[in-house]
C-alpha cells in the first residue's frame, strides 16, 4: 500500500519561503499523479498544484490561480518525493498543507487522488 509523509511546515512571516516534501511510497512512483491541497481553519480543503502524468516520464504542472507565480510544485522520481516550493508566502496561505497521489498508473486528467498523506501545518504571520 503507498503511503505519503509530509514534512517542512512551519511557522513564517509574510514574505517568506518555505519548501514542503513528500515522500512516497510504493514501486511505481513515476506513474504517479502528485498533488498538493490545503486546508484553512473553518474551510474546506481546496486544491493548492498539480503534477499530472501524461505518460513515460513526463508531467504536467498546474496551479490553482491563488498561488500561480508564487509556488512551484516538482518531483524527484530517484528520491520518490514530490515538492512544493512556496515563495512570497502571505498570511492567507496559513493552512495544513496534504500531499495527494493518484497511484492508479492511468493517465488520468483530471487525476483521482486514491491516496492522502497525514498533513503539515504552514503558518504565515503577518
Known amino acids: 500500500q503507498v503511503q505519503l509523509v509530509e514534512s517542512g511546515g512551519g511557522l513564517v512571516q509574510a514574505g517568506d519561503s518555505l519548501r514542503l516534501t513528500c515522500a512516497a511510497s510504493?514501486?511505481?512512483?513515476?506513474?504517479?499523479?502528485m498533488g498538493w491541497f490545503r486546508q484553512a481553519p473553518g474551510k474546506g480543503r481546496e486544491f493548492v498544484a498539480g503534477h499530472r502524468w501524461t505518460g513515460e516520464r513526463r508531467y504536467f504542472a498546474y496551479y490553482s490561480d491563488s498561488v500561480k507565480g508564487r509556488f512551484t510544485i516538482s518531483r524527484d522520481n530517484a528520491e520518490k518525493t514530490v515538492y512544493l516550493q512556496m515563495n512570497g508566502l502571505k498570511p492567507e496561505d496559513t493552512a495544513v498543507y496534504y500531499c495527494?497521489?493518484?497511484?492508479?498508473?492511468?493517465?488520468?486528467?483530471?487525476?483521482?487522488?486514491?491516496?492522502w498523506g497525514q498533513g503539515t501545518q504552514v503558518t504565515v504571520s503577518s
Open positions: 495527494a497521489g493518484d497511484t492508479r498508473g492511468i493517465r488520468s486528467n483530471p487525476p483521482q487522488y486514491d491516496t
Open positions: 510504493g514501486p511505481t512512483f513515476t506513474t504517479y499523479s
